[in-house]
């Protein structure tokens, strides 16, 4: 009887624990939520999901190379609420929260309770899965489908199931891995480092569940394989099955030529990412776990897992703040694992848990002062609303960059972002941006080009550039009139100009930002080379057929500009 009452105050413990991180997670992700305006990949997911939602165009669900799952789950809050920044965040808001509580079950079947309070805790506060979980990027989504999937491979492995349930929890991992994949590849990276380790460890150490570990490895992911080419095939076709193949090869090239950031950055990020309060005890981590006799399965795979992970994306060319919210899950489990182990062996439980609770409140409030450094940003909200109250409907906007498509999430009327001379009429609005102190808002993703110990002059110098290096910018210079602008922490960010005269057009080459048009570039571009697209298109041959079944409207119009100015 006592050992019942025992294991039921246990249960009401975890269910009030539970109750207090649901809170924690739930007040962070989603207080606020609305703000700041969308930066631009969120701009192009709310402009494909407008388009979605008035034509039924399937492609506009593939967005960005990736697979349509993500785009699939926005529909759902942009049907039933509308499309802006809150409703779109809803779905990563409520992934990051999950993510959460699978982090804490994780943990505890790993470790036990008192480490899975510890992990929890950290992950629901730690800034960068807080940042994502507010904004429209897929990748806190896919972040959660890849930690349930390998809590549920682990769980199979852990627990020994029956034939039965084990056939029935191989089919879970599988489909959850599936899901993963139909959100984001960046996943694929942390599955193969997992299953390396899983059947090179099982080799060495159990050899007696080798083979078994091979069938999970093999069965789950031929089930995940299977469930995205049906997926897919479901809601494109064959076509739209290519279409998805070659964007998957793309990545791969991109990641591996496109150089943005140094080898360092993620190392710099990570100060920011998961607070400074935990960012210098990550070196001590590797060191510890080496020497300790004590080390277990699980403290060899994350070490394993989370320090190759983060070699890897160090090499590859490509880098992004995103790119490495993938491994955080696994990376906060190692910390607190060291931090419960590593003191209980020299102090006493009191002191560990003043510890940890100082560096829960620590990062909590590092993560709520970074939430709040850009959650004043409004910049095309005003623009918006200013040009709405001083101009009727009949007057044209142009946007000058294509980073400055934002306010089209803003704007009732039209938006021209053609960059192109020959569309300037007289009285038409032309909008210019560049944020000041190189601020990343108009960038792809918070920390991108500037955090506590990186920042990126070169890509400040860039955009600016972009912005303001083309005979665009120079012609609604000399025959525009600048009527507003505005500014975001202490520097002009955005200018409005006003057409006077529509002279001399033929004397300017009309070359806008690369020559790029249209309303999805960053989609069209990932059909492939444009040399087998304008080579192929207006043919009427196979290549023909599928690039036209597979482009919505806008694409078309894209590719047609591009090919018959002979881009190449």
Not at 57 to 64: G, H, I, R, V, Y
């Amino acid at each position: 009887m006592q050992i019942n009452q025992r294991t039921i105050n246990n249960k009401k413990s975890e269910i009030i624990f539970l109750i207090i991180l649901g809170i924690i997670s739930i007040s962070l992700r989603f207080i606020g939520i609305d703000r700041p305006d969308f930066y631009f990949d969120e701009a192009m997911h709310s402009m494909a999901m407008k388009n979605f939602i008035a034509t039924g165009n399937s492609a506009e669900l593939f967005l960005f190379v990736h697979p349509h799952l993500f785009m699939l789950l926005l529909y759902i809050p942009g049907l039933l609420i509308g499309v802006n920044e809150q409703s779109l965040r809803l779905v990563e808001g409520f992934s990051g929260v999950l993510s959460v509580f699978v982090v804490y079950f994780l943990a505890k079947m790993w470790y036990g309770k008192k480490y899975a309070v510890l992990s929890s805790l950290l992950f629901a506060v730690a800034t960068l899965p807080v940042l994502y979980s507010r904004l429209i990027y897929g990748y806190n989504t896919s972040m959660f489908f890849t930690i349930a999937s390998i809590f549920s491979i682990e769980y199979l492995i852990i627990h020994k199931f029956m034939k039965k349930y084990e056939l029935i929890m191989i089919f879970v991992s599988g489909i959850l891995i599936g899901l993963t994949l139909l959100t984001r590849y960046n996943s694929l990276t942390v599955f193969l480092l997992y299953w390396i380790f899983v059947l090179l460890y099982s080799y060495l150490k159990e050899k007696s569940s080798f083979r078994k570990y091979i069938y999970y490895a093999f069965a789950s992911n031929i089930i995940a394989l299977l469930f995205f080419l049906i997926m897919v095939l479901v809601f494109g076709g064959l076509e739209r099955l290519i279409y998805v193949i070659n964007n998957f090869l793309f990545v791969i090239l991109e990641q591996s030529t496109e150089l943005l950031n140094p080898f360092y950055y993620h190392i710099a990020l990570l100060f920011d990412g998961i607070s400074p309060f935990l960012y210098f005890v990550v070196p001590i981590v590797p060191i510890y776990f080496i020497i300790s006799k004590k080390r277990t399965r699980i403290d060899l795979l994350l070490l394993y897992m989370v320090f190759i992970f983060f070699i890897i994306i160090s090499i590859q060319a490509r880098r992004y703040s995103r790119h490495q919210l993938v491994i955080y899950p696994f990376l906060i489990i190692l910390l607190s694992r060291f931090i419960i182990t590593f003191f209980s062996n020299y102090t006493k439980k009191t002191k560990v848990f003043a510890l940890s609770s100082f560096l829960i409140l620590g990062s909590l409030s590092w993560t709520i002062y970074t939430v709040y450094q850009t959650h004043d940003f409004d910049i095309w909200s005003q623009v918006s609303d200013y040009i709405e109250k001083n101009y009727d409907s009949s007057v044209r906007v142009h946007a000058g960059y294509i980073r400055n498509r934002q306010i089209k999430t803003h704007l009732s009327r039209g938006l021209d972002l053609s960059l192109n001379i020959s569309t300037l009429n007289k009285g038409d609005l032309v909008i210019f941006a560049f944020l000041y102190e190189n601020s990343t808002i108009l960038d792809n993703s918070p920390l991108e080009d500037k955090s506590t110990l990186f920042e990126n002059k070169l890509a400040g110098k860039r955009n600016r550039n972009l912005e303001f290096g083309s005979d665009y910018y120079r012609y609604v210079l000399d025959h525009g009139k600048l009527v507003k602008t505005f500014e975001y922490k202490g520097g002009t960010s955005v200018w409005i100009y006003q057409i006077n005269s529509t002279k001399d057009k033929n004397l300017y080459e009309n070359h806008g930002f690369e020559g790029l048009i249209g309303d999805q570039v960053t989609e069209t571009k990932l059909f492939g080379l444009w040399h087998i697209i304008c080579g192929s298109w207006n043919k009427d041959n196979l290549m023909d057929r599928i690039f036209k079944n597979i482009a919505s409207d806008h694409q078309k119009v894209e590719i047609e500009a591009r090919c018959n100015k002979q881009f190449l």
